[in-house]
Nanobody, 121 residues
Framework: QVQLVESGGGLVQPGGSLRLSCAAS????????LGWYRQAPGKQRELVAD???????NYADSMKGRCTISRDNAKNTVYLQMNSLKPEDTAVYYC???????????????WGQGTQVTVSS
């Protein structure tokens, strides 16, 4: 059906930057919302940022000013540029898409497999 494939995670030193990418493929009519969530060990999954089809963005307070979310609608791809990373940003980052498979479908929720981001010296 629909697949979300993430890339770009890894190990980075405090103060460093990373760019995550997530490409959606499969039966897709329109993607209403694309977002990034993260989950640290022992914590609940939380929103990092999301972006609407028209480009409206929303950021978690902890990430405001340190990250930028963007999307390429032609490629069904969302990006997350993260700067000034801190050890507390260490988590598995998940891509999320709220989309319709056809113009008559209800909006459904899809998740990527997650990519590890580790901020450590």
């Amino acid at each position: 059906q629909v697949q979300l494939v993430e890339s770009g995670g890894g190990l980075v030193q405090p103060g460093g930057s990373l760019r995550l990418s997530c490409a959606a493929s499969g039966k897709i009519s329109s993607i209403y919302l694309l977002g990034w969530y993260r989950q640290a060990p022992g914590k609940q999954r939380e929103l990092v940022a999301d972006v609407t089809e028209s480009g409206g963005t929303n950021y978690a307070d902890s990430m405001k000013g340190r990250c930028t979310i963007s999307r390429d609608n032609a490629k069904n791809t969302v990006y997350l540029q993260m700067n000034s990373l801190k050890p507390e940003d260490t988590a598995v980052y998940y891509c999320n898409a709220k989309l319709r498979a056809t113009i008559l479908s209800m909006v459904d929720d899809f998740w990527g497999q997650g990519t590890q981001v580790t901020v450590s010296s």
